[in-house]
């Protein structure tokens, strides 16, 4: 699907999912493990404002584990409730409504007391293009494919899917739009796909890429490509011109920009994280007493 972004766009895509917030008891931000960050959508907070979230990070299969680990860490540091999952590969996705349930107790517990026994819950999914926004939906349904109709107050063509008789989820995600302000965060939504390969040349996103991979995860990029030590004294560009030949693209860098992209994206280099986590600035830290 291709996504242009403008004002009006955006304007529209915060309402659909504000006005559809209303219905439900959590939102399920979907982002991508790789990015966890760069693939949130920047007006989130603003959007969600005090709605119950659970942060999940997606395509876990394809980061790099300690990094996931790490960011977990931070999220939970920071009080945001996150998971990470791989939902290509796993035909259920239990923790979602195990921590679901452990983010909404305070309120299921005040329906019991009111008398309910099964106490209904209901989540969205949300996040920019590419995330896995439809394959999570997918399979937290799987068999329960059914459709649980209208319900009082909910539009009309607003249908839920049933997870569990205690859990449901609009059957359609909330689409936000990416991050554009910050360039780097452009760059690797480009190279992982969340925006448009036409808006950026091949070539430039590959070089970005190629630096990210040799600060990040040179010995990764060296084992996949077959290169020598001594490739590495050359530039990004020289290296992007040394791997075009090495790989049988003659000259063509902008040909094998694109293979690499698509190596990045199908996880060749084993798992990689893009996104390095904040260190604390000065602000934050605890003043210690002198
Ligand atoms: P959406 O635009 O957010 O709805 O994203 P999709 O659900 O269409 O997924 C985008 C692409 O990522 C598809 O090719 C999916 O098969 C793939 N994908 C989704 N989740 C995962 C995952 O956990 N791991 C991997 N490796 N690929 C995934």
Redo the contacts with the bound molecule.
């Keep these: 699907?291709t996504i242009q972004w403008f004002p009006g766009h955006m304007a529209k895509a915060r309402n659909q999912v504000q006005e559809k917030l209303k219905l439900v008891d959590i939102v399920l931000e979907?982002v991508d493990a790789r990015i966890p960050e760069s693939s949130r959508n920047p007006m989130m907070d603003e959007i969600i404002a005090d709605k119950p979230r659970l942060l999940v990070l997606?395509?876990?299969?394809?980061a790099d584990k300690k990094q996931t680990a790490a960011w977990l860490d931070y999220y939970q540091k920071h009080d945001l409730p996150a998971i990470a999952?791989?939902?290509?590969?796993k035909s259920r996705l239990p923790q979602i409504e195990k921590t679901v349930r452990q983010i909404l107790a305070t309120k299921i517990t005040r329906q019991q007391a009111k008398g309910l026994k099964i106490v209904k819950l209901r989540a969205m999914c949300i996040?920019i293009?590419?995330?896995?926004?439809?394959?999570?939906l997918n399979r937290l349904v799987q068999k329960n494919i059914a459709k649980t109709g209208n319900k009082p107050g909910v539009t009309k063509n607003q249908q839920w899917l049933k997870v569990s008789d205690s859990f449901e989820v609009l059957d359609t995600?909330g689409?936000l739009w990416p991050k554009f302000e910050d360039p780097d965060t452009g760059m690797k939504l480009a190279l992982l796909g969340s925006i448009k390969d036409s808006i950026f040349h091949a070539d430039d996103v590959a070089l970005f890429g190629l630096d990210l991979l040799r600060q990040r995860y040179q010995a990764q990029l060296q084992q996949t490509y077959h290169l020598q030590a001594a490739d590495f004294e050359r530039d990004n560009a020289g290296l992007l011109l040394t791997l075009t030949k090495k790989n049988g693209f003659k000259d063509d860098y902008d040909q094998f920009s694109e293979k690499m992209i698509n190596d990045l994206r199908k996880?060749r280099f084993g798992g990689v994280t893009l996104d390095v986590i904040p260190t604390p600035t000065s602000e934050t830290e605890v003043p210690t007493d002198d």
């Design positions: 699907m979907i997606n395509k876990a299969d394809l999952i791989d939902a290509q590969h996040g293009p590419n995330v896995g926004k439809s394959t999570v995600p689409i996880g």
